[in-house]
């Protein structure tokens, strides 16, 4: 079986790509949910979130602070990492295990914002990159978040790798540009990932 990464910046187009994937029966692993989900469930994370960012990290319900966590790591460069430090090896335990769940696939799909900046890459076969112009991602970003300013995605998409570099490093590309038809460009990749298994 394939593990393929599908990643690109913010307003990228990421989500509807992988939506595309899954009605052609692909399972998709989004690492942005299941991280929430882990850091919500997984005993040994909430021990290392608590002890790392204190006992603010967790409501006295049990429920993750995200509010919280975001706003002592967000605009803390060493925070982050140290966030992303404790955070992203839990991940990659749960997306082991689901790998194993689903080794009836051909291939199956990691999605993650971060797969170059966590690392992640490494566990993968090969790499997607989702590309659009930046103002394009800027512009569908604020359309999807409205409770975001432009400044707020300008600081999102300065923590992310630029595209150039995830272009660089990727196998292949979808182009979501608003010019280039989506679901002939994931049909024709869905065809190739196929024939190499």
């Known amino acids: 079986m394939l593990k393929i990464g599908i990643t690109g910046g913010i307003g990228a187009g990421k989500s509807i790509v ?24 997984d005993k040994a994370l909430k021990q290392e979130l608590t002890e790392a960012f204190g006992p603010e990290a967790y409501t006295e319900a049990g ?4 509010i919280y966590l975001a706003s002592v790591a967000f605009h803390d460069p060493q925070k982050l990492e140290l966030l992303n430090s404790l955070v992203h090896p839990h991940v990659g335990n ?24 966590s ?23 604020l359309q999807r978040d409205p409770h975001r300013t432009r400044h707020d995605v300008e600081a999102i998409i300065a923590k992310q790798l630029e595209e150039e ?10 182009y979501n540009d608003d010019q280039q038809l ?16």
């Open 18 to 41: 992988c939506r595309l994937f899954a009605l052609l029966g692909v399972p998709v692993y989004d690492a942005d949910t299941r991280a929430k989900w882990v850091m919500h469930h």
């Open 63 to 66: 429920e993750l602070n995200r």
């Open 94 to 117: 749960d997306f082991t295990k689901w790998v194993e769940a689903n080794q009836q696939a051909p291939y199956v799909l990691k999605e993650a914002a971060l797969l170059f900046e």
């Open 119 to 141: 690392g992640s890459w490494e566990q993968l076969d090969e790499i997607i990159v989702v590309a659009a112009p930046l103002d394009i991602r800027i512009k569908r970003t």
């Open 165 to 174: 570099e995830k272009i660089a490093r990727a196998q292949h590309i979808i």
């Open 182 to 197: 989506l679901i002939p460009q994931v049909l024709q990749l869905h065809k190739l990932l196929l024939s190499k298994i």
